[in-house]
């Protein structure tokens, strides 16, 4: 999608003190739907996450209503989200179940599934950086560390907190099935 988003000026300040990981975006900066789901679905950045969030529904709190809204809709009956970071916050949980689910149902969508399992992406210039390349923190999908490498993966999502330990959700298909795998609260 090429609809471009405006980075919040008080982006600094809303992420202050979250120990999050960000791009290091600053305020006004502008940028497509494309690379903000780069930067998110790659990268974990929250300030990606916040920017599209505000600019998708006006605010982070309505988005975070759509966020509870869409779980209720493909089933999670034990999930409720509080922020549009991931990180912990009191009040926002969910199960592997219900994750198993959204995955399942955000694996229909091609874009979803290629920007999800993508290694690299040529991110645009932007204020005082050029144009970088991203590169995916999700191990399964180097060939470079064969023990977590896994060629048929299909969509995959990665994250880590304090609290949650290290998670992945992961979609894999082979001999025309496919699979659903989440792991939570997994060691660091």
Same mark, same amino acid.
């Given at each position: 999608?090429?609809?471009?988003?405006?980075?919040?000026?008080?982006?600094?300040?809303?992420?202050?003190?979250?120990?999050?990981?960000?791009?290091?975006?600053?305020?006004?900066?502008?940028?497509? /739907?494309?690379? #903000?789901?780069?930067?998110?679905?790659?990268?974990? !950045? +929250? *300030?990606?996450?916040?920017?599209? =969030?505000?600019?998708?529904?006006?605010?982070?709190?309505?988005?975070?209503?759509?966020?509870?809204?869409?779980?209720?809709?493909?089933?999670?009956?034990?999930?409720?989200?509080?922020? /549009?970071?991931? #990180?912990?916050?009191?009040?926002?949980?969910?199960? !592997? +179940? *219900?994750?198993?689910?959204?995955? =399942?149902?955000?694996?229909?969508?091609?874009?979803?599934?290629?920007?999800?399992?993508?290694?690299?992406?040529?991110?645009?210039?932007?204020?005082?950086?050029?144009?970088?390349?991203?590169?995916?923190?999700?191990?399964?999908?180097?060939?470079?560390?064969?023990?977590?490498?896994?060629?048929?993966?299909? =969509?995959?999502?990665?994250?880590?907190?304090?609290?949650?330990?290290?998670?992945?959700?992961?979609?894999?298909?082979?001999?025309?099935?496919?699979?659903?795998?989440?792991?939570?609260?997994?060691?660091?």
């Amino acid at each position: 999608d090429n609809t471009v988003y405006t980075v919040p000026d008080n982006i600094l300040s809303i992420l202050s003190g979250t120990n999050s990981s960000t791009m290091l975006f600053e305020g006004g900066e502008q940028f497509r /739907v494309v690379d #903000l789901l780069h930067c998110i679905l790659m990268r974990s !950045a +929250a *300030d990606a996450s916040v920017t599209l =969030a505000i600019g998708v529904a006006g605010s982070v709190d309505q988005f975070v209503k759509m966020m509870n809204e869409y779980a209720a809709s493909v089933g999670c009956d034990n999930t409720n989200f509080v922020n /549009v970071t991931g #990180l912990d916050d009191d009040g926002q949980y969910t199960t !592997a +179940a *219900d994750v198993a689910r959204m995955m =399942a149902d955000a694996s229909k969508d091609d874009r979803f599934c290629r920007i999800s399992t993508s290694t690299t992406y040529d991110f645009p210039a932007s204020g005082d950086y050029e144009r970088r390349t991203l590169y995916t923190t999700n191990l399964m999908l180097l060939s470079g560390y064969p023990s977590y490498y896994y060629s048929n993966l299909t =969509a995959a999502k990665t994250g880590s907190t304090s609290n949650a330990g290290r998670c992945v959700a992961a979609v894999a298909s082979r001999d025309g099935y496919s699979y659903v795998a989440v792991v939570m609260k997994g060691p660091y």
